[in-house]
């Protein structure tokens, strides 16, 4: 069975580092692991994409064990703009599975 | 470059009716996926269509069906709507298919069902 989990809600301050986690027990070899942002009544926004090991990029870092069966998002010094909902999409094959999201609230 | 676009941004239809909506992918994307998610929710995979042709589908009923035309732009549709059906519907674009192509989300058709 394709699933993603996460944890349902994370609160944050202003200049913390936030680490979000994302299962996901039968990921396809080939897949790849993706995590995007969403504010209300928008799209998903592309953060950063993996494979194995870590990738990091100008807003994010992610690691990825050499099991596969997780990812970590990695927000570093997190500001009140962060406050967003926060969703792993991994690839199952020809399926494309949204992990259950994250609210992340940062606060002053 | 324009972004995914996205069309009519909002529908209001019955319960019994048909919907038609329509995805503009980025220039020289090939793929387009759908994608349902209910308020509160995250996004469902629907269907994912390249050069035209289904290459994925989601855990939906036969009522929704989908196409992708020479240009690459598609429509999704929904017959017989149920009260259940209302959500916001996302198109995303991507150059290939496979997971690690990323996509490009278009702002959504926000369809309610009375």
């Known amino acids: 069975l394709a699933k993603t989990t996460q944890p349902i809600s994370m609160d944050s301050y202003e200049g913390q580092e936030v680490n979000i986690t994302c299962s996901h027990n039968?990921?396809?070899?080939?897949?790849?692991i993706t995590w995007y942002q969403q504010f209300p009544s928008q799209g998903p926004r592309f953060i950063i994409q993996?494979?194995?090991t870590k990738v990091k990029n100008e807003v994010a870092s992610l690691f990825i064990p050499a099991d596969r069966k997780s990812s970590t998002l990695s927000l570093p010094r997190v500001s009140l703009s962060d406050t967003a909902v926060y969703y792993c999409l991994v690839g199952f094959g020809e399926k494309l599975v949204f992990g259950t999201g994250t609210r992340l609230l940062v606060s002053p | 470059d324009a972004g995914v676009t996205q069309s009519p941004t909002h529908l209001i239809k019955t319960r019994g009716q048909h919907v038609t909506l329509r995805c503009s992918p980025i220039?020289?994307?090939?793929?387009v996926s759908w994608y349902q998610q209910v308020l509160g929710q995250g996004p469902q995979f629907i269907f994912q269509y390249y050069e035209k042709e289904e290459r994925g589908r989601g855990n939906f009923p036969d009522r929704f069906s989908a196409r992708q035309f020479p240009n690459y732009s598609s429509e999704l549709n929904v017959n017989a709507l149920l009260l259940g059906d209302s959500a916001l519907y996302l198109c995303?674009?991507?150059?290939?298919?496979?997971?690690?192509?990323?996509?490009?989300f278009g702002p959504g058709t926000r369809l309610t069902v009375l």
């Open positions: 220039s020289g994307h090939k793929s």
């Open positions: 995303a674009s991507s150059r290939d298919r496979g997971s690690w192509n990323e996509q490009f």
């Open positions: 993996g494979y194995k």
């Open positions: 039968n990921i396809a070899t080939n897949d790849y």
